[in-house]
């Protein structure tokens, strides 16, 4: 079991920046990797970054030069870093993690782009 907190959410204004962070607790060990997906309202959940954990990293084409994912100074958290922030990127964002062949999520984090 691997459990998920996000934080780092909230109100940027449009060209901003924003960092979002995740911290996976329990079976840390056997996590293969962990990303961002987010999801707007009226729309389906969508991927922004994954980093595995070799350090590879895929994006999705909408945040790529803009978003950057990177892992933690431990095994256990990932961090986005939101830059030129766009009306298009609010949404909630949840951390993901794959695990032994399971996905876990995280509780959602609002991202909220307004000037």
């Known amino acids: 079991q691997v459990q998920l907190v996000e934080s780092g959410g909230g109100l940027v204004q449009p060209g901003g920046s924003l960092r979002l962070s995740c911290a996976a607790s329990g079976s840390i060990f056997s996590i293969y990797n962990m990303g961002w997906y987010r999801q707007a309202p009226g729309k389906q959940r969508e991927l922004v970054a994954i980093?595995?954990?070799?350090?590879?990293?895929t994006y999705a084409d909408s945040v790529k030069g803009r978003f950057t994912i990177s892992k933690g100074d431990t095994r256990n958290t990932v961090s986005l870093q939101m830059s030129s922030v766009q009306s298009e990127d609010m949404a909630v964002y949840y951390c993901?993690?794959?695990?032994?062949?399971?996905?876990?999520w995280g509780q959602g984090t609002q991202v909220t782009v307004s000037s």
């Open positions: 980093i595995d954990k070799l350090g590879i990293t």
């Open positions: 993901r993690a794959k695990s032994n062949g399971r996905l876990y």
